[in-house]
């Protein structure tokens, strides 16, 4: 089963896209950018990173203390060392395509527009 990770700060945002996609994919939410990488570094077995069983992560640009592109800047990175997790921003801010792939992230999705994002999460996960 195909698995993503959903940060955002509000829980009522996290409970909403895990409903959403709970049936299809398993879902890991964390409420902080900080509390995302405590879970993507976090070693599972044999010194396998936990990163490495992300299909797709889904993030919010913002959150206090570390926004969306930060921790889109931390998962490219990471990137560099791991195999390619795509990421998703999600915003309710005017951002431009360009800005967002800068900061690594594939595509970038208005939290009003929720057919497109689930559309987007099936169309990266399909292969």
């Known amino acids: 089963m195909k698995r993503i990770l959903i940060v955002d700060d509000s ?4 409970a909403q ?6 049936n299809e ?10 509390k995302a990488i405590e879970i993507l570094e976090e ?18 640009l913002n959150m206090p203390e ?5 921790f889109a800047a931390y998962v490219r990175e990471k990137n560099r060392q791991n195999r390619f997790t ?14 967002a792939r800068r900061h690594g992230c594939v595509a970038y999705i208005s939290k009003a ?4 994002l689930l559309g987007m999460v099936r169309i990266l996960l399909s292969a």
């Open 113 to 116: 527009d929720k057919p497109r």
């Open 11 to 14: 829980p009522t945002v996290l």
């Open 66 to 70: 570390m926004d969306g592109f930060e």
């Open 86 to 99: 795509q990421v998703i921003m999600l915003t309710s801010e005017k951002i431009t395509k360009e800005e």
């Open 43 to 60: 070693p599972v077995r044999d010194g396998v990173c936990f990163s490495n069983l992300f299909d797709l992560v889904i993030t919010d």
């Open 17 to 22: 896209l895990t409903g959403d996609f709970e």
């Open 25 to 34: 994919y398993e879902v890991v939410t964390a409420l902080s950018g900080a």
